[in-house]
């Protein structure tokens, strides 16, 4: 009979030693965690910047055979501090590409429906980004 702990514990250890954790503050490429969720396929958020009322994102993910689709949503109401901050998400729709190709893509979503009216900047909260970004929209 053949013994599968030792196999286990050596996969385990090779499992933990793979996995990263979030920094604060400014984050590197290789820090940068992926994106997943039961409604977004996999990514990885490499850079954003707020141009105008865009938010500019440079995103990676596996594909190759089909377009790939990204939305930007609401991850729930603006907290009440000021300046206020909008939890967002990029959601990643990948028409059930298999493809193995690494891509990277730059996407723009409009930030104009997350400005508070009363307010003349918002900080951003971005899933899979580990820095707020800030939003001016008014002087």
């Known amino acids: 009979m053949m013994c ?11 499992m933990m030693a ?9 984050m590197s490429t290789a820090d940068t965690p992926s994106v ?5 396929a996999p990514f990885t958020v490499v850079s954003l910047e707020v141009v ?7 995103l990676r993910y596996g594909g190759g055979f ?20 909008q939890p967002l998400r990029i ?3 990948a028409h059930g590409d298999m493809g193995r190709a690494l891509i ?3 996407e723009a979503f409009d930030l104009r429906p997350f400005q508070d009216p009363s307010q003349p ?10 820095t707020l970004v800030d939003y001016r929209y008014r002087d």
Do not use: M, N
């Open 4 to 14: 599968t702990r030792p196999f286990l514990v050596l996969l385990a250890t090779a």
């Open 121 to 130: 900047a918002i900080r951003l909260s971005v899933e899979g980004w580990g």
């Open 104 to 106: 990277t893509s730059r």
């Open 36 to 40: 997943s969720s039961p409604t977004s």
């Open 91 to 93: 959601l990643h729709d």
């Open 18 to 26: 793979g996995c990263s954790t979030q920094k604060e503050g400014a």
């Open 66 to 85: 089909k377009d790939h689709d990204f939305t930007l949503a609401s991850g729930g109401a603006a907290t009440k501090s000021l300046p206020r901050q």
């Open 52 to 58: 105008a009322d865009s938010l500019v994102a440079e």
